[in-house]
C-alpha cells in the first residue's frame, strides 16, 4: 500500500496576514520604512487588504507624507466604510492640512458609527475650538 502525502499549500492570504503582522511589529519597533515595505508587499498581492491599506495611511501619518497617509486611508475607508479608526486618523490628517470643515465631518462619521469612541469627541472638539466654534466644541 502505497500512502501519498498531500501538502497543503498555505493560500496567498494566509501569507499576507503573516506579513502584516511582522508589518505591526516593525511599526511597533519604530521601523516604519521597513513596515510600509511589507505592506507594499501584501499591497501588490492584495490590493483590497484593508489592514494593510489602514496600517500604510498611519505609517506615512508617522512620517508626515499627508498626501500619500489620507490616499491609503481613504483606500480603507472604500473596501470597509464603517472603519472607525480610518475615519478618526483621516480628520486628523485633514486638520494637519488646515482642512477643517472635512475634519469636523470624518470625526462626526467616526462617532456615528462608533458613538464610544472617545478619541474621535477629543479631536472633534479641537477641531471645532479651531474654528472657532468653542461653544459646540465644549459639548
Known sequence: M???????RKSPMAGNKDLFQEALKLQHAGNLVEAANLCYK???KEP???DANFL???LNLQQGNLDTATTFLKKAITFKP???RAYNN???MLKEQDKLDEAVLSYNKTIALNPNYADAYNNLGNALQE???VD???K
Open 2 to 8: 502505497v500512502v501519498e502525502k498531500t501538502y497543503k
Open 42 to 44: 501584501i499591497l501588490a
Open 48 to 50: 483590497g487588504y484593508v
Open 56 to 58: 500604510m495611511g498611519v
Open 82 to 84: 464603517d472603519h472607525v
Open 90 to 92: 483621516l480628520g486628523t
Open 131 to 133: 474654528q472657532g466654534k
Open 136 to 138: 459646540e466644541a465644549s
